[in-house]
């Protein structure tokens, strides 16, 4: 079975399992030093997403600092980009949400999932 690193609860595996992949966590830890501007948990699951083994990076972000450190992932391998609503109620939140998981439903089928 393929592999899919994911960083978000916000990205359920049942999805990423129905298309034939098995979700896999980043095995972060923490970081020794901070940058200006990121939080601890940003700065860790990107350096974790660069030395952790899959073959698709699935990154979703529900914070200005996971984004920010999104845009600094590793190109070595194809990546998704998940955006992930900040607010959740209502139903323009849920139409996004729902759009999302079928956008990452078409980038596993296109990366040898089903």
Not at 14 to 40: D, K, Q, V, Y
Not at 57 to 76: H, K
Request: glycine share 8%; with cysteine; aromatic share 8%.
């Amino acid at each position: 079975m393929l592999t899919a690193l994911v960083n978000s609860p916000f990205l359920p595996p049942e999805w990423l399992t129905a298309h034939g992949f098995s979700p896999r966590p980043p095995a972060a830890t923490p970081p020794t030093a901070i940058g200006e501007g990121r939080c601890a948990l940003a700065q860790a699951m990107r350096a974790a997403a660069a030395t952790t083994p899959a073959d698709v990076l699935v990154w979703a972000s529900a914070c200005d600092q996971l984004r920010r450190a999104g845009d600094e992932l590793p190109s070595d391998r194809p990546t998704f980009r998940c955006h992930v609503p900040v607010v959740w109620q209502g139903p323009a939140a849920f139409a996004c949400y729902a759009d999302e998981l079928h956008r990452l439903g078409r980038f596993l089928v296109a990366h040898g999932g089903k």
